[in-house]
């Protein structure tokens, strides 16, 4: 069976571009988290999308949007890039709510 | 909020001993603690889940506890190998909440 899979693997945008991740559930997971992650940190929790219903939301800006589509697959959306949001960016997906969580491979976002 | 807070930044181990890595949470007891291991570049992969009134979980070499009174889960890997050389992350979440992650704690296990 296909694990999580996102794309794309690495990104390299500029200041005040835009940028759109996407994450591909494992198949008959209903529920998809985003984590951002910097160097030497621990995944920080940004939205969770349960039946293509945004479930939970991190402390972040409102740059930063996201959707799940009606297969579960998912889009983290980050307007207006900054330096700082350079990170590897993190999708998981779980079978519920407060279950174990099956995260991707992650892409890594360079903003420059 | 909750805070999880994982001590140790880093941990060197002998090939063979028992590796004990700690995780304290800070407020409220959370319903579930999860243990995930990170290599260098990838995504976590997810080890065990312990609930409140669990004790204590085992999974093959590894072996997971739940101490509420302390505020603390200790995570141990016996008989620890090179290849269990990664980070490891503790993690809580209760009901709807999402999952709050601590720092980590990177093991070497030295042959």
């Known amino acids: 069976d296909a694990g999580v899979t996102q794309s794309p693997t690495h990104l390299i945008k500029t200041r005040g571009q835009h940028v759109t991740l996407r994450c591909s559930p494992i198949?008959?997971?209903?529920?998809v988290s985003w984590y951002q992650q910097v160097l030497g940190q621990g995944p920080q929790f940004i939205f969770q999308?349960?039946?293509?219903?945004?479930?939970g939301r991190g402390n972040f800006p409102d740059r930063f949007s996201a959707r799940q589509f009606p297969n579960y697959s998912s889009e983290l959306n980050v307007n207006a890039l900054l330096l700082g949001d350079s990170a590897l960016y993190l999708c998981?997906?779980?079978?519920?709510?407060?279950?174990?969580?099956?995260f991707g491979p992650g892409t890594r976002l360079t903003v420059t | 909020s909750q805070k999880i807070e994982q001590n140790s930044e880093a941990l060197n181990i002998q090939e063979g001993k028992t590796a004990t890595l700690t995780c304290n949470y800070t407020?409220?007891?959370?319903?579930?603690l999860q243990w995930y291991r990170q290599d260098p570049g990838r995504g976590p992969v997810f080890l065990l889940l312990?609930?409140?009134?669990?004790k204590e979980k085992r999974k093959e070499r590894l072996k997971v506890t739940f101490d509420t009174t302390l505020k603390q889960s200790l995570f141990h890997i016996t008989a620890s190998q090179p290849a269990d050389s990664a980070t490891y992350l503790c993690?809580?979440?209760?009901?709807?909440?999402?999952?709050?992650f601590g720092k980590g704690t990177r093991l070497s296990v030295i042959a």
């Open positions: 312990i609930r409140e009134n669990e």
């Open positions: 407020n409220y007891s959370p319903a579930y």
């Open positions: 198949s008959g997971h209903k529920s």
């Open positions: 998981a997906s779980s079978s519920g709510l407060a279950t174990e969580q099956y």
């Open positions: 999308y349960y039946e293509k219903e945004e479930r």
């Open positions: 993690a809580s979440n209760s009901g709807n909440t999402p999952l709050v």
